[in-house]
Nanobody
Framework: QVQLVESGGGLVQAGGSLRLSCAAS????????MGWFRQAPGKEREFVAT????????VYADSVKGRFTISRDNAKNTVYLQMNSLKPEDTAVYYC????????????????????WGQGTQVTVSS
């Protein structure tokens, strides 16, 4: 059974930093695209960042570009999201996602393109 488990969320003041982790189990995702999404109260789930299997290709939402960094450790089957210069508008539940297809071509930025999801971790940024 495939599981994605996020951790690292919490309460932080504006301008602070958090590092989210997503540990996968049940299969290896070393050949698969992985991503982070978030959903704020009353809003739709939105794309945050994605990373290809090699770790060398990343794409970010404009709202987080320059502040967030996605990375992965394939040996640990884990993907990370380093979040710096946090703003109150970054407050949301953050979800990790994985694509089931190895070596998929293209940039995956919509939730429909991902097959596995974690349960989410809450990030709250106070002003």
């Amino acid at each position: 059974q495939v599981q994605l488990v996020e951790s690292g969320g919490g309460l932080v003041q504006a301008g602070g930093s958090l590092r989210l982790s997503c540990a996968a189990s049940g299969r290896t995702f070393s050949s698969n695209t992985m991503g982070w999404f978030r959903q704020a109260p009353g809003k739709e789930r939105e794309f945050v960042a994605t990373i290809k299997w090699s770790g060398r290709s990343t794409v970010y939402a404009d709202s987080v570009k320059g502040r967030f960094t996605i990375s992965r450790d394939n040996a640990k089957n884990t993907v990370y999201l380093q979040m710096n210069s946090l703003k109150p508008e970054d407050t949301a539940v953050y979800y990790c996602a994985a694509d089931r297809t190895p070596f998929r071509i293209g940039v995956l930025t919509t939730s429909l393109e991902y097959d596995y999801w974690g349960q989410g971790t809450q990030v709250t940024v106070s002003s």
